[in-house]
């Protein structure tokens, strides 16, 4: 059984940093894109971050760019993001994702395994 488990978030002043981790079990994910998404409340689900599987190209979201990283650890079939400048806007649950080809897609219908999310607040 496929399982992708998100850990990191908390609460963080303005300014501050976050390192999320998401950790994919069941098989492995050496082939597949990963890719990071957000829902903050009263909004839709949208794309942040999002890696290939050689992690040769990545995708950031113009809200995002120079602030957020992403990377991947296929030894341990784990993907991160790397938050710096954290905003007030950037407070939200997010959740990983993986889909069964090699590159990434900005579409969320796109990816076939989400983990549970883990909340983050960045307050001001």
């Known amino acids: 059984q496929v399982q992708l488990v998100e850990s990191g978030g908390g609460l963080v002043q303005a300014g501050g940093s976050l390192r999320l981790s998401c950790a994919a079990s069941g098989r492995s994910f050496s082939s597949s894109a990963m890719g990071w998404f957000r829902q903050a409340p009263g909004k839709e689900r949208e794309i942040v971050a999002a890696i290939n599987w050689s992690r040769s190209i990545t995708y950031y979201a113009d809200s995002v760019k120079g602030r957020f990283t992403i990377s991947r650890l296929n030894a341990k079939n784990t993907v991160y993001l790397q938050m710096n400048s954290l905003k007030p806007e950037d407070t939200a649950v997010y959740y990983c994702?993986?889909?069964?080809?090699?590159?990434?897609?900005?579409?969320?219908?796109?990816?076939?395994?989400w983990g549970q999310g883990t909340q983050v607040t960045v307050s001001s």
């Open positions: 994702a993986t889909r069964e080809a090699m590159n990434w897609s900005i579409r969320e219908e796109s990816y076939d395994y």
